[in-house]
């Protein structure tokens, strides 16, 4: 980390949660929860329409296994309306970070961190540019403007693994606890991740800090590019999609591919591809976001999570063709869909 970032401050943090979908309302309602005796100052959320419009009238509703609480949190669609922040998490789908460069540099603190939770390749995650440097891959960062606006030394990798939903405006719905696994790659300085991890723990949260980040992160990537692709492609859940030969064959070449990739990022994955494509298989029928949101017509994180992934392949020169087989249906499909 460049010595010209200063550390986090002392004493309780002020937090902003830019999309309280989901998962950030589900992060928010924790930090709300906790409060100055975990660390936290002030909670604000960023979300718009009618989600942001029930959140000012009636508060965050919260429903987990424990019941229903409503939390009190400043609630904005404008990020310049709040004073700068300590920390910034971000829980928007991939294609919704970059327009909001400027806007995200302008909320964080001089000393500030940024807490990305994304699916798939994240913006600060670097990739060798071919002239002896390194830059985000330009599908999750057109142009390089999170690279250079907010910079990757503010950036704390974090993959959230848990189940969530917004059945109503308002409304957050926990019902797979899950747990956070956050971290930087080796070589980086950890101070604040230590910091963050032990504030998101204090709010209630489990946490994981795998080391190298990269294991964590490939291990959830090579999941999400096999049964997020063929799922979506099928129109099938992941255990009735793995039921058929070819699909289920499918599904190990591409874990294959970005296992390859793995390899060549020193990440180790912490589950054979052959072993999670039998614990799918045996599981319930869970649909993966790619497909519910091509169920519902919303745009598919397809950049983020298979178009990034084959630039990191490119930077090795490894061949991925499975991958970039589905990759070009996906976005086929996303483009005629767009045509209406």
């Not at 790659?185 to 991740?193: F, H, K, N, S, Y």
């Not at 994955?269 to 519902?296: M, N």
Request: charged share 20%; hydrophobic share 45%.
């Amino acid at each position: 980390m460049p010595a010209s970032l200063p550390p986090l401050p002392e004493g309780p943090l002020s937090v902003c949660v830019v999309g309280a979908g989901a998962i950030g309302g589900t992060l928010a309602a924790h930090l709300a929860a906790a409060g100055p005796e975990a660390g936290i100052a002030t909670v604000s959320v960023v979300a718009r329409g009618a989600h942001l419009q029930a959140i000012r009238e009636k508060g965050l509703r919260f429903r987990s296994a424990q019941g229903e609480q409503i939390y009190r949190v400043v609630a904005t669609d404008d990020p310049a309306s709040l004073p700068p922040q300590d920390l910034v998490i971000t829980a928007l789908k991939g294609h919704q970070v970059p327009p909001m460069a400027d806007a995200l540099a302008a909320l964080l603190a001089p000393h500030g961190r940024i807490l990305p939770v994304v699916n798939g390749v994240p913006w600060w995650y670097p990739i060798t540019d071919g002239a002896g440097g390194q830059k985000g891959a330009e599908e999750v960062d057109p142009g390089g403007q999170l690279w250079q606006k907010i910079g990757p030394a503010r950036a704390i990798g974090c993959i959230a693994v848990m189940g969530a939903s917004v059945p109503e405006p308002g409304l957050i719905d926990l019902g797979v606890p899950g747990f956070l696994d956050i971290g930087r790659l080796p070589g980086e300085d950890r101070a604040d991740v230590t910091r963050v991890a032990a504030l998101l723990s204090a709010a209630g949260l489990r946490i994981r800090q795998t080391q190298p980040f990269q294991n964590a992160l490939f291990s959830k990537l090579y999941a999400n590019c096999g049964f997020n692709s063929v799922c979506a492609l099928s129109r099938a859940p992941m255990n009735r999609m793995l039921e058929d030969p070819a699909l289920s064959e499918l599904t190990f070449g591409i874990m294959q591919d970005v296992a390859a990739i793995a390899r060549a990022e020193q990440a180790e994955l912490l589950e054979d591809p052959a072993e999670r494509i039998s614990r799918a298989r045996e599981g319930a029928a869970f649909k993966p976001s790619t497909l519910q949101d091509l169920e519902k017509g919303r745009p598919m994180e397809i950049e983020p999570i298979f178009g990034a992934t084959l630039s990191v392949a490119r930077s090795h020169g490894i061949e991925t063709p499975n991958l970039a087989l589905v990759t070009a249906m996906l976005r086929s499909i996303d483009r005629e869909t767009r045509k209406g």
